[in-house]
């Protein structure tokens, strides 16, 4: 039964809104195979909105008919033949070029619109699609990486991943959101779902009924980053697993009938939330849903920041997983099939993406693994990566983001190494760089952000700088980082950062983390360290 656009007589529609009364966004997947014949000029200006329903952003420059695409894979779970085909569109379609997203999805790059219907056709005989990885509808679900593996988890999510993807997945009733709607399943108490920075998440939880301890889910709902961030807000709820679907739908079926559409700033799911407030938000989602159990017990231990590197036992005996760095989440096609041959070899095939861009082989029998790691892609690609350059994050920036002000992934990568080489340390330090407000890169949870911005110097030439925020966290809730004030040249920020690290190394205690280091001393007394390093950097290039 088709619901009602109840928004559809609102005359202060914004012009995405308007267009989308029109023709869903689903649609667009019939009109490509007319744009691939006729050439990118054919494309009205005003369908580039619906490309994205195909998981596609036209490249920047925009005038090459080029495009960025996107392919979920749902909490990153991908079987051997799906790994393959990843590689075969690399090769063939996007110049040998693969990143993993930080919502676990395959992203590419310079794929031509000719060329659309083929990798279409290619990513749908393996059970893939670009379809809702991007536009206004439910995106790729995140979660437990080591669903199903994992001897920490409260239980296997991957059917009730399944469950929700498939019931979200290409729904006319829900392609008409009025932004992205982005989920978390995760049982893992750890916190590798990222809860607090999703529209909808659902985390482990128990609770005693009638005299049993079930196992199911806590709901938090209306989290989300970009220029205004905010953490999700938990529900007084208990889910049980056959339940997941339809809160999800109930969540959905809220956001789509009272989100915001008049301006597209204000669309995302935690601007209702917060105007709302979490009590009349969760009488909505009942009246939906009818009566649901009160909450139970928090299975939620802490937050592992979602990195598994290393050798690791599963939870079937005599099994192991290993987590592989793929440093800020590029790789080629050629490596990346290199790595699904070796995890069809020595496990079964499968493959697993994580939030944190990098990669991991499941499903490896114990006596198999020292052969396994043998092999000289683990050279490359190190099991156990260097402190910096292990826990950094980048996102796409301005090499092909329409969006972005600075390039970031080599910029990350050229800062990591720098400070592998310079700063040795006895704690991870999770940097996080991204190209604009957007945040794609998730720079607000990071123990130390870099977002870009452009700056005019004395000459009056815009050129790329950065600023810092520091002390980012998703333990116990979640801490956005705090600015410092400052705007950094591209051409000082290594210098400014190895000067910085080198600072906490100085004066940090014994296994200290950056978060409580930051903590301990203040923003204010870090802002006086950076504004130091600052001067004296300047004065040293003046």
């Given at each position: 039964?088709?619901y009602?656009?109840?928004w559809?007589?609102?005359e202060?529609?914004n012009?995405?809104?308007?267009?989308?009364l029109?023709?869903d966004g689903l649609?667009i997947?019939d009109?490509?195979?007319?744009y691939?014949?006729l050439g990118?000029?054919s494309?009205?200006k005003?369908?580039y909105?619906y490309?994205?329903?195909?998981?596609?952003?036209?490249?920047?420059?925009?005038?090459?008919?080029?495009?960025?695409?996107?392919?979920?894979v749902?909490?990153?779970i991908?079987n051997?033949?799906?790994a393959?085909t990843?590689?075969?569109v690399g090769r063939?379609y996007a110049?040998n070029i693969?990143?993993?997203?930080t919502?676990?999805?395959i992203?590419y790059?310079?794929v031509e619109?000719?060329k659309?219907?083929?990798v279409f056709?290619?990513?749908n005989?393996?059970?893939?699609?670009t379809?809702?990885?991007?536009g206004?509808d439910?995106?790729?679900?995140?979660g437990?990486p080591?669903?199903g593996?994992?001897?920490?988890?409260?239980?296997?999510t991957?059917?009730?991943?399944d469950?929700v993807?498939r019931?979200?997945?290409?729904n006319?009733d829900?392609?008409?959101?009025?932004r992205k709607?982005k989920?978390?399943?995760?049982t893992n108490?750890y916190?590798?779902?990222?809860?607090e920075?999703?529209?909808?998440a659902?985390v482990p939880?128990?609770?005693?009924?009638?005299?049993?301890?079930i196992?199911?889910?806590h709901?938090?709902?209306g989290?989300g980053l970009?220029?205004?961030p905010?953490?999700?807000?938990k529900?007084?709820?208990?889910v049980?697993p056959?339940?997941t679907?339809?809160?999800a739908?109930a969540?959905a079926?809220?956001y789509?009938?009272?989100?915001?559409?008049?301006s597209?700033?204000?669309?995302?799911?935690k601007?209702?939330?917060?105007d709302?407030?979490i009590e009349?938000?969760q009488e909505?989602l009942?009246?939906i849903?009818?009566?649901?159990?009160s909450?139970?017990?928090?299975e939620?231990?802490?937050w592992?920041?979602?990195?598994?590197?290393?050798?690791?036992p599963q939870?079937?005996?005599?099994?192991?997983?290993v987590g592989?760095?793929i440093?800020?989440?590029r790789i080629?096609?050629?490596?990346?099939?290199?790595?699904a041959?070796?995890a069809?070899?020595?496990?079964t095939?499968?493959?697993r993406?994580?939030?944190?861009?990098n990669?991991?082989?499941?499903?490896?029998?114990?006596?198999?693994v020292d052969?396994l790691?043998?092999?000289?892609?683990?050279?490359?690609f190190?099991i156990r990566p260097?402190r910096?350059?292990g826990?950094?994050?980048a996102c796409t920036?301005?090499?092909?983001?329409n969006?972005?002000l600075t390039?970031?992934k080599d910029?990350m990568?050229?800062i990591?190494?720098?400070?592998?080489?310079?700063v040795a340390i006895d704690?991870p330090?999770?940097?996080?760089m991204?190209?604009?407000t957007?945040?794609?890169?998730?720079r607000?949870?990071?123990?130390?952000g870099l977002q870009?911005v452009?700056?005019r110097?004395?000459?009056?030439?815009?050129i790329e700088?950065?600023?810092i925020?520091?002390?980012?966290?998703?333990?116990?809730g979640?801490?956005?980082?705090?600015r410092?004030?400052g705007r950094?040249?591209?051409?000082?920020?290594?210098?400014?950062m190895?000067?910085?690290?080198?600072?906490?190394?100085?004066?940090k205690?014994k296994?200290?983390?950056f978060f409580?280091f930051?903590n301990r001393?203040?923003?204010q007394?870090?802002q006086e360290?950076l504004?130091?390093i600052?001067n004296?950097?300047?004065?040293?290039?003046?």
């Open positions: 039964m088709a009602e656009k109840v559809a007589n609102n202060r529609l012009k995405n809104e308007r267009n989308k029109k023709k649609t997947f009109d490509i195979p007319r691939a014949k990118f000029e494309i009205p005003d369908q909105m490309l994205k329903y195909a998981g596609l952003t036209v490249q920047q420059p925009q005038d090459k008919g080029l495009f960025m695409m996107r392919v979920k749902p909490t990153g991908m051997y033949e799906q393959v990843f590689a075969e063939t110049r693969l990143d993993i997203t919502r676990q999805a992203q790059h310079w619109l000719e659309l219907p083929e056709e290619t990513l005989k393996v059970g893939l699609t379809s809702e990885a991007e206004d439910p995106r790729n679900i995140t437990n080591l669903a593996i994992d001897p920490d988890e409260l239980f296997d991957r059917p009730v991943v469950e993807y019931f979200f997945q290409d006319p829900f392609s008409n959101l009025p709607f989920i978390s399943i995760s108490p916190n590798a779902g990222q809860a920075v999703d529209c909808l659902f939880a128990t609770k005693v009924i009638d005299g049993e301890k196992k199911g889910f709901v938090k709902v989290g970009a220029a205004k905010y953490l999700a807000e529900l007084d709820l208990f049980r056959e339940k679907k339809a809160v739908e969540v079926i809220i789509r009938d009272y989100g915001y559409r008049k597209r700033a204000r669309a995302r799911l601007y209702l939330v917060a709302w407030g009349k938000f909505k009942l009246e849903t009818g009566p649901l159990p909450a139970g017990h928090d939620t231990k802490g592992n920041g979602g990195y598994f590197y290393g050798v690791h939870k079937q005996p005599g099994l192991s997983y592989i760095n440093p800020v989440g080629k096609a050629d490596d990346f099939y290199e790595i041959r070796l069809k070899q020595y496990g095939g499968e493959l993406t994580l939030a944190t861009q990669l991991l082989i499941p499903h490896v029998p114990n006596e198999k052969e790691l043998a092999h000289d892609i683990f050279k490359k190190s260097p910096f350059m826990y950094a994050m920036g301005n090499e092909f983001c969006l972005a390039n970031t910029r990568r050229e990591a190494q720098l400070l592998d080489k310079e704690v330090v999770r940097i996080n991204v190209g604009c957007n945040s794609c890169g998730q607000h949870i990071a123990d130390i870009g452009k700056v110097t004395k000459e009056k030439k815009m700088a950065y600023e925020f520091i002390g980012g966290t998703l333990t116990d979640g801490h956005f980082n705090e410092l004030k950094i040249p591209a051409g000082l920020l290594p210098e400014v190895k000067a910085f690290l080198l600072y906490f190394k100085d004066h205690k296994g200290e983390t409580a930051k001393l203040g923003t007394n870090l360290v504004d130091g600052l004296d950097l300047t004065e040293s290039v003046g």
